[in-house]
């Protein structure tokens, strides 16, 4: 069955220190994966994805991510939070077979001073 | 210029009503999203169009309806809400088919129902 697990409901991490929000998925075929956030009252924003290529992926506010394909991971990184770091992060990975997007359950991240 | 709105934002309203969420985007893009957020911040897609064909039709009461007059537009019309509705609806749009591009959202619609 194709799914999506970010195994931790909250992270918390002091400012300055590196940041690892994880995500591991199951699906058919190549997957596609994404990091969205959603900041307080706010809609998702994309943040990076991974389709081919380099396995570390680059993306919006110095985030990045390691696509690991024999541990079918795709974990989020900075590494030097910052207290506007603190939001819900979303993994998503595109299924195979029907294309259709699966979405993790959400991680907060919280960055405390 | 927001890339993807809704309105309206916060909705209030007693069950058994009939309600709209109105949603457009502006980026040219030929595939939009409803997707709803409960208390838990569970994601939840419920339907897709492309070019205005509907796409995806998640497990959804047939009490949700929605609409596309054209590509840039999708509508979500609600028969007879439930306390059950209440949560956040977000519309979303990306370009391309298959799916799974880079999705746009919108800012929410708050919707309460008593």
């Known amino acids: 069955a194709q799914s999506v697990a970010q195994p931790e409901d909250q992270v918390n991490v002091a400012e300055g220190n590196p940041l690892t929000v994880k995500c591991t998925y199951s699906?058919?075929?190549?997957?596609?994966l994404f990091w969205y956030v959603q900041y307080p009252n706010r809609g998702l924003q994309f943040l990076l994805k991974?389709?081919?290529?380099d396995n570390l992926v680059k993306g919006s506010y110095g985030f990045e991510a390691e696509f690991n394909k024999s541990q079918t991971s795709f974990h989020l990184k900075k590494p030097s939070a910052l207290v506007s770091d603190s939001a819900l992060y979303f993994c998503?990975?595109?299924?195979?077979?029907?294309?259709?997007?699966?979405w993790g359950a959400g991680t907060k991240l919280i960055i405390k001073p | 210029d927001t890339a993807v709105s809704q309105t309206p934002k916060y909705l209030v309203t007693q069950m058994g009503n009939d309600k709209s969420i109105k949603c457009e985007q502006n980026?040219?893009?030929?595939?939009m999203y409803w997707y709803k957020q409960d208390s838990k911040k569970f994601l939840k897609i419920m339907f897709s169009?492309?070019?205005?064909?509907?796409?995806i039709n998640e497990t959804v009461p047939n009490r949700f309806s929605p609409k596309s007059p054209d590509k840039a537009h999708l509508n979500l019309h609600i028969n007879s809400l439930e306390l059950g509705d209440s949560a956040v609806y977000f519309c979303?749009?990306?370009?391309?088919?298959?799916?799974?591009?880079?999705?746009?959202f919108g800012p929410g619609t708050r919707l309460l129902v008593l």
């Open positions: 979303a749009s990306s370009q391309g088919y298959p799916l799974g591009e880079t999705q746009y």
């Open positions: 980026l040219g893009h030929d595939t």
């Open positions: 169009y492309n070019n205005k064909e509907l796409i």
């Open positions: 699906v058919s075929g190549n997957p596609y």
């Open positions: 991974y389709i081919t290529g």
């Open positions: 998503a990975v595109r299924d195979g077979s029907n294309y259709q997007l699966i």
